[in-house]
């Protein structure tokens, strides 16, 4: 029967859709209402008190009474402003202030009592059983009102029927919030249908009356009930279990979405629109690196700090995560003119008392670079300026040396003339075993740094690692711009693999090791498991819900000169030797005499001004005798 006047009343509402649609219920409406809640909860007070069958003098009373009550009733409403919120999207804490001013109201009915028994005529005005029934009452009606409203209000706007159906990963208090944002948002027309959470104390109990799952019922839930959306509000939820999650969800043509941290929502309130969908990027995140802050603001604290690259991926980051360590200052450096800007406008607003000194500078133009270190004097130079594009530093093997090798050198050398702390070099994967100009020109970057070591009081120190996830030019944007055009995704070869790690996290070990090394170290990073470009390529288009085949192709083109089926962290002449970090190590490289590998620079750098690339790659293989050419013109020089 409740549910059939439910449905009644919603279909009268419905008809008088302005009501809730249009327009805001009147304030004055409002507290007309729950003027008339209040007298109708002390009549029926006094029914129930007296079994329907008011006796004489308590009935000769009650109009007294209820004037009484009401008008404190009044009173307490106006001063709380009970009426004002919007009731509609009623709230906890409406109904919290419901419950605090009716509690006030029947506190000033039981003081009324004390004062007429004890200072008028010993009799209690109302009857203290009245009190209890009408303020049980009361905060029950004022309640069940606003939620009736609300409820009636979102099924008007958003009728069940129309609702896509949505589970929530997580019972704890960021899921309740996801909740309710959902409820409060009307415009999002979703339905939860339940949480899921690991905590077995909670499994089988409610939250708002949604039914809590474990974790082994998921796949039911989204095989039984066609789940559109799946959103995970766990914020330290472990990288193994995020995938799992996701990988369930996908076999199920349901997308993952994901709650931000707490300090990013709006004003300390949750939006529906700042849930976020689940990319790549979280598929092959790893658990969160554990970063020794206070070790690396000791290094950083109040020196200054120069970053070339800095517009770069990065080199970005770098600055970004230096900037929270309170530096003295931060040089940036960076040829690309318009990604400076907008990463200038991008610190100002989110370091607004950094000192930021943004520089417009080719890294190879060494007397300028001579006169920023006469000026500024770094103690700590990050070195992230480099050509990275291996298919196009295969012909121009002239740029990538004037950049790579010489750019580095340029550096290097000012850092010793000008007696900085540290030299931390960004280097690659691609300079082991190198099969491409880049990754040759890097290695010979490696070389050089660390023989400039052994003496010198500047301590050169380089970092090793594959690919990061989302920097510039790499697979992953390009795959996103090829779905978007509907495809085909190019793929090089069926088997290429790659390791991948995302820039905030490749950043975070740069630092961590820039501050533990003593000198000639290369530091290699835990790149995780390898992952094929194969199986990179079928998850995107599945979580951009895509059926390969049908919906888009998957193309290959072949190995792209210089490129390499899988990448390596250590030669085959390498080892390594563990350091306090879990996830950074040493790789043992043999020492390089300097004047040798200055002399062989010399010399390459003598070549470029005949632009005869044969020599020049010549040359390179000579000073990194693993560099083997592949998929490549320069591959004769090997034979």
Same mark, same amino acid.
């Given at each position: 029967m409740a549910a059939n006047l439910y449905l009644s009343l919603a279909s009268v509402l419905q008809k008088n859709e302005m009501i809730f649609t249009k327009l805001n219920i009147p304030r004055w409406l409002i507290l007309l209402i729950d003027i008339c809640i209040c007298a109708f909860s002390v009549v029926l007070a006094y029914m129930l008190r007296f079994n329907f069958k008011v006796p004489e003098p308590d009935a000769h009373d009650l109009p007294y009474v209820l004037a009484f009550i009401v008008g404190i009733r009044i009173i307490t409403f106006i001063i709380a402003k009970t009426y004002r919120g919007i009731i509609q999207y009623t709230s906890t804490g409406d109904a919290i202030r419901i419950v605090v001013v009716t509690t006030a109201g029947s506190l000033l009915f039981v003081i009324t009592n004390l004062i007429t028994y004890f200072l008028i005529n010993r009799v209690n005005f109302i009857p203290y059983s009245i009190i209890i029934i009408d303020f049980i009452t009361t905060t029950f009606v004022l309640a069940a009102f606003r939620i009736l409203v609300k409820i009636t209000y979102m099924e008007i706007n958003n009728p069940s029927r129309d609702k896509t159906n949505v589970l929530i990963y997580g019972a704890g208090e960021s899921g309740l919030i996801s909740k309710r944002s959902l409820d409060r948002d009307a415009g999002t027309k979703y339905k939860v249908l339940g949480f899921i959470d690991d905590d077995p104390k909670k499994i089988g109990m409610k939250i708002e009356d949604i039914q809590i799952y474990g974790p082994d019922k998921l796949e039911k839930l989204l095989e039984d009930n066609a789940i559109e959306h799946l959103i995970i509000s766990i914020q330290n939820i472990k990288a193994s279990k995020k995938q799992e999650i996701i990988e369930k969800c996908m076999a199920y043509n349901t997308k993952v979405l994901s709650v931000p941290p707490v300090s990013r929502w709006i004003n300390g309130e949750l939006s529906f629109k700042q849930i976020k969908k689940i990319n790549i990027e979280d598929l092959l995140e790893r658990d969160e690196i554990k970063l020794d802050e206070q070790k690396v603001r000791r290094e950083l604290l109040d020196k200054c700090i120069l970053v070339t690259g800095a517009a770069g991926s990065i080199g970005s980051e770098i600055v970004r995560q230096v900037a929270r360590f309170s530096p003295k200052k931060i040089i940036l450096i960076d040829q690309a003119e318009?990604?400076?800007?907008?990463?200038?406008?991008?610190?100002?607003?989110?370091?607004?008392?950094?000192? *930021?000194?943004?520089?417009?500078?080719?890294?190879?133009?060494?007397?300028?670079?001579?006169?920023?270190?006469?000026?500024?004097?770094?103690?700590?130079?990050?070195?992230?300026?480099?050509?990275?594009?291996?298919?196009?530093?295969?012909?121009?093997?002239?740029?990538?040396?004037?950049?790579? %090798?010489?750019?580095?050198?340029?550096?290097?050398?000012?850092?010793?003339? *000008?007696?900085?702390?540290?030299?931390?070099?960004?280097?690659?994967?691609?300079?082991?075993?190198?099969?491409?100009?880049?990754?040759?020109?890097?290695?010979?970057?490696? +070389?050089?740094?660390?023989?400039?070591?052994?003496?010198?009081?500047?301590?050169? +120190?380089?970092?090793? *690692?594959?690919?990061?996830?989302?920097?510039?030019?790499?697979? +992953?944007?390009?795959?996103?711009?090829?779905?978007?055009?509907?495809?085909?995704?190019?793929?090089?070869?069926?088997? %290429?693999?790659?390791?991948?790690?995302?820039?905030?996290?490749?950043?975070?070990? %740069?630092?961590?090791?820039?501050?533990?090394?003593?000198?000639?170290?290369? *530091?290699?990073?835990?790149?995780?498991?390898? %992952?094929k470009i194969l199986d990179l390529a079928k998850k995107m288009i599945k979580l951009s819900r895509l059926t390969l085949g049908k919906d888009i192709q998957i193309k290959y083109t072949g190995l792209r000169p210089g490129e390499k089926l899988y990448e390596e962290l250590l030669n085959n002449k390498e080892n390594t030797l563990p350091t306090y970090h879990p996830q950074i190590m040493i790789a043992k490289v043999a020492e390089s005499d300097l004047d040798l590998i200055s002399n062989q620079v010399q010399e390459l750098d003598s070549l470029l001004e005949g632009h005869d690339n044969i020599r020049i790659v010549k040359k390179m293989k000579e000073i990194v005798a693993e560099f083997k050419s592949q998929n490549s013109v320069y591959a004769k020089l090997d034979e």
């Open positions: 318009s990604p400076m800007y907008f990463l200038e406008l991008e610190l100002n607003e989110r370091f607004p008392k950094g000192n *930021f000194e943004i520089i417009i500078c080719d890294i190879n133009h060494k007397v300028r670079m001579r006169r920023i270190m006469e000026t500024f004097s770094p103690q700590i130079i990050y070195h992230a300026a480099a050509y990275k594009h291996v298919p196009m530093m295969e012909n121009n093997p002239v740029e990538a040396v004037m950049t790579n %090798v010489l750019g580095t050198k340029a550096i290097a050398d000012l850092a010793v003339e *000008f007696k900085a702390e540290k030299f931390v070099m960004v280097s690659t994967d691609k300079a082991v075993n190198p099969t491409s100009i880049m990754g040759a020109t890097k290695r010979i970057a490696e +070389i050089y740094t660390q023989s400039l070591n052994s003496k010198n009081v500047t301590r050169f +120190i380089t970092t090793r *690692f594959g690919n990061v996830l989302g920097s510039n030019g790499s697979v +992953i944007p390009l795959f996103r711009e090829q779905i978007e055009k509907g495809g085909p995704l190019t793929i090089t070869d069926p088997e %290429v693999t790659r390791f991948f790690m995302t820039i905030p996290e490749a950043c975070q070990l %740069v630092l961590e090791a820039g501050t533990m090394g003593h000198g000639g170290e290369i *530091f290699i990073f835990d790149m995780g498991k390898s %992952v």
